[in-house]
């Protein structure tokens, strides 16, 4: 017996030992696990604009010590001193001891609680204790809670009373508007109904990835990226490179062509938001492999940059210049179904000059709509029924963008046939419904970002969408890195205009000549 406890202390008194012998490690490793934690929060948390700076200035030091004599021997030194002091006391720093919330955060609950009474509560409710009421608190209503570093809420789940009419949209949507009030704004929630079981949760949103510029996106012909969505939004992901390297992000990706169930687009939004961006990115897309065709209606010379382009029949903003490229895109949209026809029925396979697609990009229609009554002449709106209505057949796209403030004024046919939407900017829910013809999952930031939105194809889900940077490479203001990945992508001024324009060239030119200038 005595024995076995020699034995035992003597085992204790070695492992109290080693811990001594081995406590500097541990704080030192401890030290170096922290150090990295605090750099990477760091990293996650630097806008993009910081990290260039930073990143070059950490390389520059490192190159620094490397080079001076002992410095290597120093800098490690150094650090293992700093890991030592920073590993100081205990091991839970990396992630917060479990407290739960504090006062503040009750409080928070709480006011979250009594905002939602009135959706809620009914004066008339049968029986026991109701989940929600006046003089009632938080507890049997939220299940589940979460908070941020900065005490905001970050993830909540709450039961809601059977009686609540949760298939009813503006009884949700008054929920989801005082949860997105009190919840704290400046972020965007996605709320989940779970009607089965009367439980709404509601979580924050990562933001979307805002520092994707203009690049040759990996797609096949007839796909085109409208921006980037949420991780599990859809099923592919797509390679991109930025300045530190590549990584896979989710797109949305446009179909189009034949066999495209939403063959044209319509991109509204508020002044500013970043519907030309869009039409920019989709018209430097399509020209891989199409031709396309811009009228411009804001006549701010936006697109002036495709002029005189290899694959740009017109780049046109004027009222005269906008209805002679129009009419020749109805001649060429008829010519082409004629054509096809013609060969299918003799057994031949359709012209690689039918098959080219042909975009036609409208910015701004209802603006020069309005400067042509002014002037008495024709509506050039009223020119883009013929490619809106038989363009699928014929290989012809359109996109049309608009401000919100213009919707009213677009023509039956345009709102008729762009089956894919992207709404960009909005303000409200109401503005996505009203144009997506359903609501978003998640709540519209207050103030989001420039190329920030929602899209939706045909009848699919809404998307939330971030358009990648295109600027238009003549403005001035116009980043030095950003231009030249825009001018990367357009082909070659003076290169030999591909066979599928000869042959448009040959079934009529635009009026105002084959390539204008438009101003
Ligand atoms: N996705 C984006 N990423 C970065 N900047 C963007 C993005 N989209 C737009 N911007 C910037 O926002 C500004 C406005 O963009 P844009 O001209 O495309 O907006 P708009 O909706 O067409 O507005 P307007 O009708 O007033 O011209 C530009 O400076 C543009 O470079």
């Given at each position: 017996m005595q024995a076995v406890r020699r034995s035992r202390g003597a085992a204790r008194a070695g492992a109290d030992g080693a811990a001594d012998v081995l406590q500097p490690l541990v704080v030192v490793g401890r030290g170096l696990r922290r150090l990295a934690y605090d750099g990477r929060a760091w990293w996650e948390a630097a806008p993009q604009e910081r990290r260039g700076p930073v990143g070059a200035l950490v390389f520059v030091g490192v190159l620094g010590v490397y080079l001076l004599p002992y410095g290597p021997a120093l800098a490690v030194g150094a650090l293992l001193v700093v890991a030592g002091w920073k590993g100081r006391g205990g091991g839970v720093a990396e992630a917060p001891a479990?407290?739960?919330?504090?006062?503040?955060?009750?409080?928070?609950?709480?006011?979250?609680?009594?905002?939602?009474?009135?959706?809620?509560?009914?004066?008339?409710?049968?029986?026991?204790e109701p989940l929600y009421a006046h003089d009632g608190t938080y507890e049997r209503s939220f299940e589940e809670f979460s908070f941020t570093g900065e005490g905001r809420v970050e993830r909540l789940l709450l039961r809601y009373p059977a009686h609540f009419a949760d298939c009813d949209a503006e009884q949700r949507q008054r929920v989801e508007r005082v949860l997105d009030a009190k919840?704290?704004?400046?972020?965007?929630?996605?709320?989940?109904?779970?009607?089965?079981?009367?439980?709404?949760?509601?979580?924050?949103?990562?933001?979307?990835?805002?520092?994707?510029?203009?690049?040759?996106?990996?797609?096949?012909?007839?796909?085109t990226v409208l921006g980037f969505t949420d991780e599990g939004a859809v099923p592919r992901t797509l390679p991109v490179t930025d300045g530190w390297g590549s990584r896979d992000v989710p797109p949305v990706v446009w179909?189009?062509?034949?066999?495209?169930?939403?063959?044209?687009?319509?991109?509204?939004?508020?002044?500013?938001?970043?519907?030309?961006?869009?039409?920019?990115?989709?018209?430097?897309?399509?020209?891989?492999?199409?031709?396309?065709?811009?009228?411009?209606?804001?006549?701010?010379?936006?697109?002036?940059?495709?002029?005189?382009?290899?694959?740009?029949?017109?780049?046109?903003?004027?009222?005269?210049?906008?209805?002679?490229a129009l009419e020749w895109v109805v001649h060429e949209t008829e010519r082409r179904l004629l054509t096809g026809h013609r060969a299918r029925q003799a057994g031949d396979p359709v012209p690689a000059d039918v098959r080219r697609p042909l975009w036609v990009v409208v910015d701004r229609p209802a603006?020069?709509?309005?400067?042509?009554?002014?002037?008495?002449?024709?509506?050039?709106?009223?020119?883009?029924?013929?490619?809106?209505?038989?363009?699928?057949?014929?290989?012809?796209?359109?996109?049309?963008?608009?401000?919100?403030?213009?919707?009213?004024?677009?023509?039956?046919?345009?709102r008729a046939y762009t089956r894919a939407r992207v709404v960009l900017g909005p303000e409200s829910a109401d503005q996505v419904r009203a144009v997506l013809g359903e609501g978003p999952a998640a709540a519209p930031a207050p103030q989001p970002p420039r190329g920030r939105g929602y899209a939706r194809l045909g009848g699919g889900p809404v998307l939330r969408l971030q358009v990648p940077a295109t600027p238009d490479p003549h403005d001035e203001e116009t980043d030095e890195a950003q231009r030249q990945a825009v001018l990367a992508l357009l082909p070659e001024r003076g290169r030999p205009a591909g066979a599928a324009r000869a042959a448009a060239q040959a079934a009529g030119p635009p009026p105002a000549g084959p390539v204008a200038a438009g101003r």
């Open positions: 479990e407290t739960g919330p504090g006062p503040e955060e009750l409080a928070r609950l709480q006011s979250l609680y009594e905002a939602l009474v009135p959706c809620f509560a009914r004066a008339d409710e049968p029986g026991e919840a704290g704004r400046g972020r965007e929630y996605r709320f989940g109904w779970d009607e089965e079981r009367n439980r709404l949760e509601l979580s924050v949103l990562p933001p979307l990835p805002a520092d994707v510029v203009a690049q040759p996106f990996v797609t096949s012909p007839g796909e179909r189009t062509g034949p066999r495209s169930t939403e063959p044209h687009l319509l991109v509204l939004g508020n002044p500013g938001s970043g519907a030309s961006t869009l039409l920019r990115s989709v018209a430097v897309q399509a020209l891989r492999h199409g031709d396309v065709l811009v009228v411009e209606g804001g006549g701010a010379g936006e697109f002036a940059f495709l002029t005189g382009r290899p694959g740009v029949p017109a780049v046109e903003s004027s009222v005269v210049g906008a209805l002679a603006l020069l709509s309005h400067l042509a009554r002014a002037e008495g002449r024709r509506d050039p709106q009223e020119l883009l029924e013929v490619p809106l209505r038989h363009g699928r057949a014929a290989h012809v796209t359109v996109v049309v963008a608009e401000q919100f403030e213009g919707a009213q004024a677009l023509a039956q046919a345009v």
